[in-house]
């Protein structure tokens, strides 16, 4: 892969290892906030204070999100997506390649960059309007509703980074002219 498509791609790759090292911490912090909110019901009940609340709650979900919307492009960076592997397991590697580059440019980019782009909107709205929950001591949905264009870019940018990894590997397959590699799956940060 001529240097500069292999740098995009580490590029990409190492945008989504970021976002994916924030969704790992973030899990923590979305299991201590849990454990609190259930053992905050359980003894604030017992000596009749209050020890969880609607935000604790709250965060716990929003987490959840970050989770997820960030961890959608590492996990196909990783090939962590669920596939039905029926017919494929029977193909030749250059078939199984072109099978998934076209599901990339044909299904996984045109929905992720849809989705990012009717998302814009209403993340847009919800700071506009400085959009709270509406319960009492809920959070802001303003970041929540930021996260879902960016879990998509971050979801197409990694479909074009696998895309361009998976067109080098069918233009070149085993062979390396020019002593160059493509890019590996992981690599970046």
């Given at each position: ?89 029977r193909w030749s590697a ?96």
């Amino acid at each position: 892969m001529n240097g500069r498509f292999a740098g995009l791609v580490r590029m990409l790759d190492g945008m989504n290892a970021a976002a994916a090292w924030l969704a790992r911490w973030s899990v923590l912090l979305m299991l201590a906030i849990g454990f609190w909110n259930v053992v905050g019901r359980y003894v604030g009940s017992a000596i009749g204070i209050n020890l969880s609340s609607n935000g604790l709650i709250e965060a716990q979900w929003y987490l959840f999100a970050l989770i997820f919307l960030l961890g959608l492009g590492w996990t196909l960076q990783k090939d962590g997506h669920v596939r039905v592997d029926v017919l494929q397991s029977r193909w030749s590697a250059r078939r199984q390649a072109r099978q998934e580059l076209s599901s990339l440019l044909l299904l996984l980019l045109p929905f992720a960059f849809g989705v990012m782009a009717l998302s814009v909107a209403p993340a847009l709205r919800s700071w506009s309007i400085g959009e709270m929950s509406p319960d009492p001591g809920g959070l802001p949905r303003t970041w929540l509703k930021s996260l879902i264009p960016v879990g998509f870019l971050l979801l197409g940018l990694q479909g074009i980074a696998e895309s361009l990894r998976l067109r080098w590997k069918l233009m070149h397959g085993d062979e390396q002219s020019d002593g160059q590699q493509p890019p590996q799956e992981g690599t970046g940060l």
